[in-house]
Nanobody, 123 residues
Framework: QLVESGGDLVQPGGSLRLSCAAR????????IGWFRQAPGKEREGVAC????????EYADSVKGRFTISRDEARNTAYLQMNSLKPEDTATYYC??????????????????WGQGTQVTVSS
């Protein structure tokens, strides 16, 4: 089970850090992805990180503003979001895919999903 937290209402230009805590599964063996979905839009793969954290990948829309990371000791992954824009407004989901060196922004490749956390960027 994956549990996201950290979503909130924030002004444009602000920052948030989303957390993805794993319960009942050790994230050491999983690649992690962050996805988002806005109303009326398709789910978008925002960022991913391999099981050892050696490789990351970002969507062009967030590159340079978002940072994905993981803390094995806490069995938790994070998405640091800076310079937020109104177009970042969406429900954000974390997901896990078993395997080493797996980093994908394709949702169909993932085995486990969280319930989502809402991020709203508005003045």
């Amino acid at each position: 089970q994956l549990v996201e937290s950290g979503g909130d209402l924030v002004q444009p230009g602000g920052s948030l850090r989303l957390s993805c805590a794993a319960r009942g599964v050790m994230l050491d063996y999983y690649g992690i992805g962050w996805f988002r979905q806005a109303p009326g839009k398709e789910r978008e793969g925002v960022a991913c990180i391999t099981s050892r954290g050696a490789m990351t990948e970002y969507a062009d829309s967030v590159k340079g503003r978002f940072t994905i990371s993981r803390d094995e000791a806490r069995n938790t992954a994070y998405l640091q979001m800076n310079s937020l824009k109104p177009e970042d407004t969406a429900t954000y989901y974390c997901a896990a895919v078993i395997g080493y060196n797996v980093c994908s922004r394709r949702s169909e490749e993932y085995d486990y999903w969280g319930q989502g956390t809402q991020v709203t960027v508005s003045s």
